[in-house]
């Protein structure tokens, strides 16, 4: 079997990876057409209409059997009962969010995460923080203390999305299984109060499925759809790429999400946010570049 050259792996892969976070950056479009629907049953929607394409997709695949052996581990479980609790609080908080007029401040949650990785990797796991990451978590943490002193409102909901996510990788971290069999499982483990509440609507009268015509029905399958792929492009990418190019391209999300804020839905914009941000810029600017310095001491110790 010929081996494809390391190059064509690359470009496929940086190609899946900014595929993903191009369409994470953009889902603001698609929970903003569903702004009808409250947060809480737009989340159910998400996570019933995922479990189900992913099922299917997995059927496909012929990885079903990675699910069962997942299964069969209590820990397994165990852990991925608390990653499915983080995944959908930073879903809801995302979606309630948008739908009510912080984009902006989603893009600065997902901003912030990176910094947020750091730290818990160093509280968790005792990873040695080198002076500049150090430096930089520090400017986040100034540019957080500036919009709590400046704009009056402490950032919950950026954090609440730094947080959450952060702490949802770090449970991933240490779960031995992969990301498609994760998702469907944590979805799994999501979708019996889901589903139940959305019969519970139904039952109601009161569902979105159904209420608003087809054009909404659809988006809300779709939800299932949305979820998937960019996650699935995603880990097609991460295989293929190195540790620095992901860093960089994972700021390609939140930069769409601020430019949507700021100039497609008009959101405030304050002298206090322009401080904040340019501190969290500065901040994973250090990120960034100590990540390349780090992985070129690497390649020339290699070498030597």
């Known amino acids: 079997m010929p081996v494809r050259p390391q190059a064509s792996l690359n470009v496929s892969g940086g190609l899946a990876a900014f595929t993903a976070f191009l369409s994470w950056g953009l889902l603001p479009v698609y929970w903003k057409a569903l702004g009808m629907v409250p947060a809480l049953e737009l989340l159910c929607q998400r996570i019933t209409w995922s479990l189900l394409f992913m099922g299917l997709l997995l059927a496909a695949m012929g990885r079903l059997g990675e699910v069962r052996r997942a299964v069969t581990s209590r820990r397994t479980m165990l852990l991925l009962t608390a990653s499915s609790a983080l995944i959908s609080l930073n879903w809801f908080t995302y979606i309630w969010a948008v739908n009510s007029g912080h984009v902006v401040e989603c893009s600065l949650g997902y901003f912030i995460a990176p910094l947020v990785n750091m730290l818990l990797g160093f509280l968790f796991f005792r990873d040695r923080l080198r002076p500049l990451q150090v430096l930089a978590i520090l400017l986040a943490l100034a540019g957080v203390m500036n919009l709590v002193v400046g704009y009056g409102r402490f950032p919950w909901i950026a954090l609440t999305l730094a947080f959450s996510f952060g702490l949802y990788g770090l ?126 001491r690497a390649a020339r110790f290699k070498t030597e």
């Open 171 to 296: 449970v991933r971290k240490v779960v031995q299984v992969e990301s498609a069999p994760g998702l469907f499982l944590e979805t799994l483990i999501l979708g019996l109060p889901a589903s139940g509440y959305l019969l519970l609507l139904w039952a109601q009268g009161a569902g979105a499925l159904g209420a608003h015509g087809p054009q909404i029905d659809t988006l809300l399958v779709g939800a299932g759809v949305v979820t998937a792929l960019p996650l699935m492009a995603f880990a097609f990418g991460a295989r293929r790429l190195s540790l620095v190019t992901l860093g960089v391209l994972q700021y390609v999300a939140p930069s769409c999400m601020f430019l949507l804020g700021v100039f497609v839905y008009g959101e405030t914009f304050s002298p206090a946010h322009r401080t904040t941000f340019l501190l969290i810029w500065a901040g994973i600017a250090l990120y960034t570049t100590e990540g390349t310095m780090q992985l070129r």
